[in-house]
């Protein structure tokens, strides 16, 4: 990796991006690397971002991965479902099965009558997709999740959320998807999905290989930015030493 930098560190750095710029909002962040992302960005250019420790306080700290837990907030349930309604708050959710529109399946796989697996269940997702701004993070950018049709739709896509009319369409808002390879948004004629930047060393074969449908990838696209000396300190020394972030995403 370019001057030591890991994949794992570039995925973090990725996801801390999708949080620039959003100001005094709840970050909601699922899985380790987008969790690490998060602090990084309230401690470099995002420093007004709220973090939550997912039950009922806001936190500046993170114990899971060993970073020091202070408590900022009380955050009850009720005053959550309000941020998740009123759209104070960026989710970065996962995806077992995403299509080029940004519909996202996290329910079952095959027939949802009789499926052939059964995965986490709708959840949250569609109010998350039609009220606040939504991202997602997939460790293994493969085929099995990045695919021409979701068995169900739980989060929702521009399409579905176009068909439905203004009332879904009214806070829409499908930020990016950071994956092991690459990063991916929606800024295209047709909102679909498109290359944003490569992760350095991966090539734009090796990301149209692992996806299901055809991708937009300009000649020019970029190489994700790397990590700064100050941002590779604070991720190794202050925020995940254990190095969590190895373990979700193996060098």
Known sequence: MTGGVTRAEYCVVACAEAWRGDGEILAAPMGAVPR????????????????????AMIVSGDPE????????GWLPYRAHLALVTGGRRHVMMGASQLDRHGNQNIS???DWKRPKRQLLGVRGAPVNTLNNPT????????????????????????DRAAAAGPAATRFHDLRCVVTDLAVLDFATPDR????????????????????????????????????????????????????????????
Request: a negative charge; charged letters at 30%.
């Open 36 to 55: 690490i992302g998060a602090r990084l960005a309230k401690r470099t250019f995002a420093p007004g971002l709220m973090l939550t420790d997912g039950e």
């Open 65 to 72: 991965v060993g970073d020091p837990e202070v408590v900022e």
């Open 108 to 110: 079952c796989v095959g």
């Open 135 to 158: 991202s997602y993070w997939v460790p293994r950018h493969s085929r099995r999740v990045f695919v021409e049709r979701v068995d169900m739709v739980c989060g929702v896509g521009h």
């Open 192 to 251: 679909t999905l498109r290359v944003r930047s490569l992760h350095p060393g991966v090539t734009a074969e090796a990301v149209r290989e692992a996806t299901g449908f055809p991708l937009d990838i300009a000649d020019d696209v970029p190489s994700t930015r790397e990590p700064t000396p100050a941002e590779l300190r604070l991720i190794r020394e202050v925020i995940d030493p254990e190095g969590t972030r190895e373990r979700e995403v193996p060098s």
